[in-house]
T-cell receptor, first 111, second 109 residues
Framework: DTGVSQNPRHKITKRGQNVTFRCDPISEHNRLYWYRQTLGQGPEFLTYFQNEAQLEKSRLLSDRFSAERPKGSFSTLEIQRTEQGDSAMYLC?????????FGQGTRLTVV | RKEVEQDPGPFNVPEGATVAFNCTYSNSASQSFFWYRQDCRKEPKLLMSVYSSGNEDGRFTAQLNRASQYISLLIRDSKLSDSATYLCVVNPGANNLFFGTGTRLTVIP
């Protein structure tokens, strides 16, 4: 257990529904990342926070995706109007000065 | 061009063999480098950081070649438990982290 917690671990939703995932990073870490991973691929960068500021956002993150980290602690990733192509593992990582540590991920299945 | 490129493999090697993976990166200003290990359907876990002077941890050696913009991972005396996907990770600056697609290793008895 790295100390990064993600909830829920699994989510099955119907196409068109909204979903929200939560990530609780290691408490002293100021950097937080969201990634998406599909089978056979490496994690794809989605967005990055330093404290509460969202510093970078991938162009993969369409306007249906939004992420927040309101108090610089936990973060949420929301997907609106889900599509089947959103099915993937969503990974959160937190980092202090150097290395990043991952949570166990939220596996999303859109049916 | 992708930030980080890796040969996806698969690499199938017998127990006890030595195997090496390379990874190239596109941004010459990249500041830090890592190797992560990922088991099937699990999250990536940090294997080791890659320093300019190289880094060794038991059977694992990581090296950085800034001139050619690649990093390498060498595994000596492969064990069955080394079977996994090895992900190359690069920080191109501004503390972002980009992953390669991963190299899949299977160690065969």
């Amino acid at each position: 257990d790295t100390g990064v917690s993600q909830n829920p671990r699994h989510k099955i939703t119907k196409r068109g529904q909204n979903v929200t995932f939560r990530c609780d990073p290691i408490s002293e870490h100021n950097r937080l990342y969201w990634y998406r991973q599909t089978l056979g691929q490496g994690p794809e960068f989605l967005t990055y926070f330093q404290n509460e500021a969202q510093l970078e956002k991938s162009r993969l993150l369409s306007d249906r995706f939004s992420a927040e980290r309101p108090k610089g602690s936990f973060s949420t990733l929301e997907i609106q109007r889900t599509e089947q192509g959103d099915s993937a593992m969503y990974l959160c990582a937190s980092a202090g000065n150097t290395e990043a540590f991952f949570g166990q991920g939220t596996r999303l299945t859109v049916v | 061009r992708k930030e980080v490129e890796q040969d996806p493999g698969p690499f199938n090697v017998p127990e006890g063999a030595t195997v090496a993976f390379n990874c190239t990166y596109s941004n010459s200003a990249s500041q830090s480098f890592f190797w992560y290990r990922q088991d099937c359907r699990k999250e990536p876990k940090l294997l080791m950081s890659v320093y300019s002077s190289g880094n060794e941890d038991g059977r694992f050696t990581a090296q950085l070649n800034r001139a050619s913009q690649y990093i390498s991972l060498l595994i000596r005396d492969s064990k069955l438990s080394d079977s996994a996907t090895y992900l190359c990770v690069v920080n191109p600056g501004a503390n972002n982290l980009f992953f390669g697609t991963g190299t899949r290793l299977t160690v065969i008895p």
